[in-house]
């Protein structure tokens, strides 16, 4: 069995390496830095990582602000770091992109940015990375953050408060181009944030605003523009921030941010479709393209009320509102064609979503008077989201406005023995949602057929438990379980009821999933060595899975099983300023696709992710930086009968250089460094007989950037 197969893996690599230590940055392979005691927010605890049963990782701002610059969104940046995560799409558009084989939740300061109505795989473009000041991922299913963290969390933390009185500010400028320098492959980004300090107030206000050009592969060809999903290229954003705090005492603290992200794009050329029999990927030239373009408009206001001494303990109050409005390309679809709007079913129409959610969390956490070896921390969560997906040239329902309604109180526990030898954490939450869609017609081509609307609800109690060892000074050992839940896309379920007399009430399809994850971690951080390893197994019995029909993709259920191995190794070498590190993960997932009870079925490319090592080598002396990275992506076959669906593999290498001056640094990355020519995972996995969605990778672009802090 492959688990057999992984555990043998794991014990012999134990030894050597593993995944990455909670308590430094080895995400981002950069072991330069001394080790620190890191608290990561996500995991909605003041405890350090390391005295949590989890795989915790923390990319830092200057990790990040290199990452992007080689590769241009904090998505990109966190899937060429870990290698449990998949190659992106290298579209706006992250349907299929996944950690550890599920999808992880995209939050900001801990707030969600998914949709659980009505998935529109736009929450990795909320918010510009140059206001972030570290991205927290926490691997594996869980109810940290409630809702839709399955595969884990990936929490975007905004810049702090300036650190002493007065005004600071930094900026960035930057141009990135292909190797050929084609004028229609510029791009430019601007970026300013300044910050003013005066006593207990404080308050920082920027803005950004990026131009990108057409993408060309590794050929010289313009790359297929994805007019229905959305693109990132020949398209334009920008983005406003701001965050007010004040010190009502030494220990409290109160804080406002706000944030408006829009890109869009700017349809200046059409699809030309591939030859998948010829090895013959999709291009683009230029036209024009009806309709809306396709576009991500996300705002957020969030207040925050923080007291690290009420009582002896932590207290933390958040409220939030957040509203997105997705616009996806339109097409002549089968699905849109309604013959008592146009009979020559020749009806052009285009998707979009819509989501407002209004939210709420609180917690305390203190260590028990008269057994401060046990910190237990108590709160709530709450969530209200309305959600529709209409078509917008027609201003017709695809998607029913739809509410949902979360509200979790939780309890966590973390118990000290041994002089901090052996600790035992674990937590309840307890989660009650409920749907609320009234009566609706679905579209012509599903019927048309009449749907009663109903009141869904769902209770489930979730639980952990973990227990750490930590024998000798920077030998952690910890084993857990963890329950995440999350509910499958409810929007393409409902949109696609094609039976008559359905009562929402009593559709199966609308339960939630459940998912199981198992870890067992080792992590081995002293001196010069930083290592760690861990093996996971996550099951769900009843899951949700995307499968293509008629063109559209529809949720299926169908019990999932994943399991994977993780490990990495970091060394500071005797050569001064010079770090060389790896990781590797393997993934294994099954599922009963075909009713007869066994889960023997590969979930395919775009429910899981191929194996993958990556290799780095950082250097920095004096104003000189530099780093080379590598990300190998192996091949991999599924068992089933399409031989088209398997995936060759490719390899890519990238580079960073930079130079600080006194007026700033100067850098230069290349993405892409050796022009590899390679079809994206999820194109060469995904829709294999479809030409028109056959693309290729990015080729060789360069970036030249210049960042001052003032």
Do not use: C
């Amino acid at each position: 069995m492959k688990r057999a197969v992984l555990l043998l893996g794991a014990a012999s690599a134990l030894a050597i390496s593993s995944h990455a230590s909670a308590q430094t940055s080895q995400a981002a392979d950069d072991p330069q830095n001394e080790d620190e005691t890191i608290v990561v927010s996500a995991a909605r605890t003041q405890l350090p990582a390391s005295a949590l049963p989890l795989t915790i990782d923390v990319i830092d701002r200057e990790q990040l602000a290199r990452q992007v610059q080689i590769s241009g969104s904090t998505v990109d940046a966190v899937s060429a770091l870990l290698p449990s995560f998949s190659p992106t799409r290298e579209k706006l558009t992250g349907s299929g992109e996944s950690l550890r084989g599920r999808s992880p939740l995209y939050a900001i300061n801990g707030i969600p940015q998914s949709t659980p109505v009505r998935d529109g795989s736009r929450d990795g473009y909320t918010i510009d990375p140059f206001f972030i000041d570290r991205v927290e991922v926490i691997y594996g299913s869980n109810a940290l953050q409630g809702i839709g963290a399955t595969g884990g969390v990936v929490n975007q933390v905004t810049v702090g408060a300036p650190a002493s009185d007065g005004i600071t500010s930094r900026a960035l400028a930057q141009v990135t181009a292909s190797d050929s320098f084609a004028g229609e492959g510029i791009g430019a980004k601007l970026g300013s944030l300044i910050g003013y300090r005066a006593g207990g107030f404080d308050a920082s206000i920027g803005a950004t605003v990026e131009r990108r050009g057409t993408f060309f592969d590794g050929a010289g060809n313009r790359i297929g523009v994805d007019g229905t999903q959305g693109e990132l290229q020949d398209s334009d954003s920008w983005s406003v921030f701001a965050r007010f705090g004040y010190d009502l005492s030494p220990s409290t603290r109160l804080e406002l941010v706000a944030n408006r992200f829009e890109l869009e794009g700017n349809a200046n050329y059409v699809l030309v479709p591939g030859d998948r029999a010829a090895g013959i990927p999709a291009t683009s030239e230029r036209g024009a393209t009806p309709g809306d373009p396709p576009s991500n408009t996300a705002e957020l206001l969030s207040a925050s009320l923080t007291d690290s001494n009420l009582a002896g303990g932590t207290f933390i109050l958040q409220a939030f509102y957040s509203r997105t409005d997705d616009v996806f390309g339109g097409g002549v679809f089968g699905t849109f064609q309604d013959p008592r709007i146009d009979p020559s079913r020749t009806l052009f129409d285009q998707s979009a979503n819509q989501s407002r959610k209004l939210g709420g969390k609180v917690s305390y956490e203190r260590g028990v008077p008269g057994f401060e070896d046990l910190v237990v921390t108590v709160g709530a969560d709450a969530l209200f989201d309305r959600t529709q997906q209409i078509l917008a040239q027609t201003d017709r329902v695809w998607v029913p406005e739809t509410d949902f309604r979360s509200i979790a109180p939780f309890v966590q526990g973390n118990l000290s023995l041994a002089g901090d030898l052996v600790r035992l954490a674990g937590g309840l939450r307890y989660e009650n949602v409920e749907l609320s869609v009234g009566d609706y017609e679905t579209l012509f081509s599903y019927g048309p057929v009449q749907v009663a609307g109903g009141n869904p609800s769902f209770e489930d109690l979730l639980w952990n438990a973990g227990l750490i060892v930590e024998p000798i000074d920077g030998l952690r050992a910890y084993g857990s379980y963890a329950e995440g839940f999350t509910i499958a896309d409810v929007g393409r379920i409902l949109r696609g009821i094609s039976q008559p007399n359905v009562d929402i009430d009593d559709f199966l399809s609308l339960e939630p999933v459940v998912s199981n994850n198992r870890e067992l971690g080792l992590e081995y951080d002293r001196g010069t060595l930083t290592a760690s390893a861990s093996y996971f197994w996550s099951t769900s019995d009843f899951g949700s899975l995307l499968v293509l029909r008629n063109d559209v993709f529809e949720v299926e259920r169908q019990p999932i099983e994943i399991e994977g191995f993780e490990t990495s190794l970091a060394w500071r070498t005797p050569i001064s300023g010079l770090s060389l590190s790896g990781g590797y993960a393997a993934l294994e997932g099954r599922t009963d696709g075909d009713g007869d009870g066994l889960v023997d079925e590969d979930l395919d490319g775009a429910n899981i992710s191929p194996d993958r090592v990556n290799l780095a080598a950082d250097y920095a002396r004096g104003p000189l930086s530099a780093r080379l990275q590598a990300r190998m992506y192996l091949s991999r076959e599924f068992n089933d009968v399409a031989t088209a669906t398997d995936f060759e593999g490719y390899t890519l290498l990238d580079a960073f250089v930079a130079y600080e001056t006194d007026i700033g640094e100067f850098s230069l990355a290349a993405q892409n460094l050796t022009d590899e020519y390679y079809v994206t995972y999820d194109s060469d996995t995904v829709r294999v007989t479809d030409d028109s969605r056959f693309y290729a990778g990015r080729g060789r672009t360069f970036t030249l950037g210049w960042r001052g802090t003032f």
